[in-house]
């Protein structure tokens, strides 16, 4: 259907039964009236140019204001927004920030739900709080900060938020994952990194600089044109995600719904998949006694919020769904886990609570890997970061941080170290991308 006529099918409905044969007694004049009304609509949020174009060739962040203007079409006073902006780009966003700040100028009420606080800061005249369904406090906008929000969400002070407690040179001597002059032919090229057991490194850069295609030649996703992978000091030969679970090696993904997560299935299954084979009792009847067990003991450690792990995992948050995932990984006791995009699409309160498995996972001696576009969060839970720069597809630089529990934020040696990456993931821009230099130069830095 094109998008006038997307946002025009709503209103046939208003005023009669709710049958939908109503809106097929429209007479002619009261047909053009309404499509005249959805197209001034349509004029109204900025699409005026698509409106005869198909709604499902638009980009996500333009079928998004196609809603909006259905909304307005029939007329509503209230409109809620349930995390409008996910899956948009920046550019996308923005201009639905623009379109928000318009409808509240002209005096449409709106109700913005998000877990995203720089959202929250730029659009929220007052914000309300709910923390396991029930209503904590709200804020005006003058009292609206980082630190407020963030202690009403999880139920602590925010200084507690990055936990660090596990120490990272105690088994500095060991290294157990290596990685030597890896290369695809394409995206990466000669990238060569260690990770200590009981330490944290984390891999910065701009999106496009290869950090996820670097993580996927080191577990065998995609296939390498040079280099080679080591476990514990040996060469291992990985040519598959599977050689790689095998070997001790497990992979977070990005995108949990479309590459990680079986969502049709219950927490149970999506957890135990990873060991359903060792499970396996006389060739191939399954232990769910056993399964059943283990995703107990999954829901009990990594506090997923969930009825029962027989439950779809489908319907839970992003938070318990990237802690159903993770579980499943931590099944099988990996020796190096490779997070990538941890706590993305997930709420203040859940990032929190990641950020301790992570930290008690470095406790354990895992060695652990994690790729983040969350400048803070790399920072506030890494030992060490590497920064990849965007062409050709090379790690530029590593920073070091000699705090084994820098929870003061303020510490000399953590300002330091913040200094260092900032200016370590500058340096790496590529001077020829005039948009990129032009978005730090005005825009007070890409960073921070």
Known sequence: MTVLENVAIGAHLRGHSGAISSMFRLDRGDEAKLLAEAARQIERVGLGDQIHQLAGSLSLGQQRIVEIARALHARSKILIMDEPTTSLSAGESEKLFALIRQLRAEGLAIIYISHRMDEVYALGDRVTVLRDGRLVGALDRPEIRADSIVRMMVGRDVSSFYKKDHDPHAKRDRAVLTAVDLGDGRRVKNCSLTVHAGEVVGLAGLIGAGRTELAHLIIGATAKTTGRVELDGKRVSIETPRDALDAGIAYLTEDRKALGLFLDMSCADNINLAVIGRDARLGGILDRDKGRMRADEAFAALGIRAP???????????????????????????????LD?????????AKSEIYSIIDNLAKSGTAILVISSDLPEILGICDRVLVMRPHPGRLFEEITINLSRPRDRNAPLFEQFKRHVLTALDRSLDRTMPDMQGRRDAGGGLWW
């Open 341 to 349: 995009e941890p706590t993305r699409g997930v709420d203040v309160g």
């Open 308 to 338: 029962n792990p027989g439950v779809t995992v489908g319907g839970l948050s992003g938070g318990n769904q990237q802690k159903v995932l993770l579980s499943r990984l931590l099944a099988i006791a990996p020796k190096v886990l490779i």
